[in-house]
């Protein structure tokens, strides 16, 4: 699995043990997802171009690089993707963000897309898609096909935990997206669900459930 990177920061893998904790409540909850997002987020953005400038500090001229005006766009996936949005807009508080709203369908596990709205100049943007669960992979990658439909040639996909089924959906349908996880976990129940993983990611950030 060529493009899959899994982050085994220590910080975030602490992170994640008190995410899949049946008992942290709906407030600890989401503000970890949002730090894991930032968190993943600075180590996702490793690869932006840099261009030299040069600054003048109270001492001298000083050579620095900034990033080299790179056009990004984070497009969570509704509703669980949502929750790591926070924390990437505090690393790029200029960054656009575009939503797609898809739910599985319990029956099938098929995604269903209900919403659809990206920044007007999307297709000269790169994309990172955030979505808490690579379960089947059935979002992630319908997103993705919507994404491209607008015309973006880039896109990353960020989730914090990973199936092997998703990643092999992922790899299969859009070998050209990296994909990174916090954690690859073991397999998928009856209902689709990631073992261990962490339960429903959006009941737990909205605390619907
Ligand atoms: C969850 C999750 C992903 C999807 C992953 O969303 O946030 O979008 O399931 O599963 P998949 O890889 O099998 O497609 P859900 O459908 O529960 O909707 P929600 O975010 O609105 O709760
Ligand atoms: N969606 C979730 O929220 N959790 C899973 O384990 C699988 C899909």
Redesign the pocket.
């Known amino acids: 699995m060529g493009n899959l990177c899994v982050f085994d920061h220590p910080l975030i893998q602490h992170k994640l043990s008190i995410l899949r904790d049946k008992n942290t409540s709906v407030k600890e909850f989401r503000e970890i997802i949002s730090e894991i997002a930032m968190l993943m987020c600075y180590e996702a953005t490793r690869d932006l171009p840099l261009e030299e400038i040069e600054v003048e500090t109270p001492v001298a001229k000083a050579k620095c690089r900034r990033i080299a005006g790179k056009k990004l766009a984070v497009v969570p996936i509704l509703r669980?993707g949502l929750g790591m949005v926070d924390g990437m807009v505090s690393m790029m508080p200029n960054v656009k963000v575009g939503h797609i709203g898809l739910f599985r369908d319990p029956e099938t596990l098929e995604p269903v897309k209900y919403y659809f709205k990206m920044p007007p100049d999307i297709q000269e943007r790169d994309a990172i898609v955030v979505d808490p669960?690579l379960?089947t992979g059935g979002s992630a990658s319908a997103a993705i096909r919507f994404l491209k439909e607008t015309g973006v040639r880039h896109i990353k996909l960020m989730s914090i935990i990973g199936a092997p089924e998703g990643v092999k959906k992922m790899t299969e349908d859009h070998p050209d997206v990296d994909i990174f996880v916090a954690a690859m976990d073991d397999h998928l129940n009856e209902h689709?669900?990631?073992v261990p993983?962490l339960?429903?990611?959006?009941d737990r950030i909205f605390g619907t459930k």
């Open positions: 669980a669960m379960a689709g669900y990631i993983g339960g429903d990611a959006g």
